[in-house]
């Protein structure tokens, strides 16, 4: 299985990531790959991967394999040093599987600094960005809206947060053919002059580069898409992210408990 065919979306997986590893991964990855239009490398431990894929029936052999690597990166560990001490840790292997050519992107449900990690070192960043960042839409916002950073950066610098801006940049126009992405801050009011320093620094910056940056946006300008890139920094969007989370949690666990004592 490689990365050549046109009609074959082929994804590398960190099948050992996450709490739960294989017994998580690879049904998913069987339930991914049963439209036959995407291909699936499972990465990490041979035996573990096999003893679960033994549990299902046989998939077709053009939409998955086996990728062996050593090692597992946890949570608790500094990226830096597992990429020294475990280069053919699960995570990593499994960038390497896109940089050859048999995959198109890889997924990991591991240690997100790791994941950075590993497609920095790997895939190297865009000239004159110095650090990666994790954006992508957010359920329940505005269709094809990008925020960055959601959550690799808890401490960051405005610098950065312009870096972020170009990132989100080349992602709207890239993923959501989106000519002149609007980018707006992330902040605590819309007027110009509010919020905190980083803001206002930032803001500032934002003077200086080519970029279409609309100004300030707050949280409850998200659903309503007044700009197709959100940037903040990593606290302040893993804040927005897992609030989103358990809100929708909450909100289905309503839904269900008012239906069910309706039906009662």
């Known amino acids: 299985m490689t990365g050549t065919n046109k009609n074959i979306t082929s994804i590398a997986l960190d099948a050992m990531g996450g709490d739960h590893g294989p017994k998580v991964t690879i049904p998913a990855a069987l339930k991914a790959i049963s439209n036959g239009e995407v291909a699936v490398s499972l990465v990490g431990d041979q035996a573990a991967i096999q003893t679960e894929l033994d549990k299902y029936p046989k998939p077709p052999e053009h939409l998955i394999n086996i990728v062996p690597s050593e090692g597992i990166v946890q949570e608790d560990e500094s990226p830096a040093l597992a990429y020294r001490t475990k280069p053919k840790a699960s995570v990593f292997v499994s960038a390497a599987t896109v940089k050859m050519g048999k995959a198109e992107g890889f997924v990991s449900m591991g240690s997100t600094g790791a ?84 803001v206002k620094e930032t803001t500032e910056l934002f003077n200086a580069v080519d970029l279409n940056f609309i100004g300030n946006i707050e949280p409850n300008d998200l659903p309503n898409g007044k700009a197709e890139v959100v940037i903040c920094d990593g606290f302040v969007g893993n804040v927005i992210l897992k609030l989103t989370e358990g809100l929708g949690s909450a909100i289905v666990d309503h839904i269900h408990k008012a239906l069910g004592d309706t039906e009662a």
């Not at 497609?119 to 269709?143: F, M």
């Not at 993923?175 to 905190?196: H, M, T």
């Open 115 to 198: 994941s950075i990690a590993a497609a920095t070192v790997v895939y190297g960043t865009l000239k004159g960005i110095d650090r990666g960042a994790l954006g992508g839409p957010v359920v329940g916002y505005a269709p094809n809206t990008v925020i960055i950073d959601l959550g690799t950066n808890v401490d960051t610098k405005a610098g950065l947060l312009v870096d972020f801006a170009a990132l989100g940049n080349v992602m709207s126009k890239l993923i959501y053919q989106n000519d002149n992405p609007r980018i707006a801050l992330l902040s605590v009011g819309s007027e110009k002059g509010k919020g905190n320093s980083l």
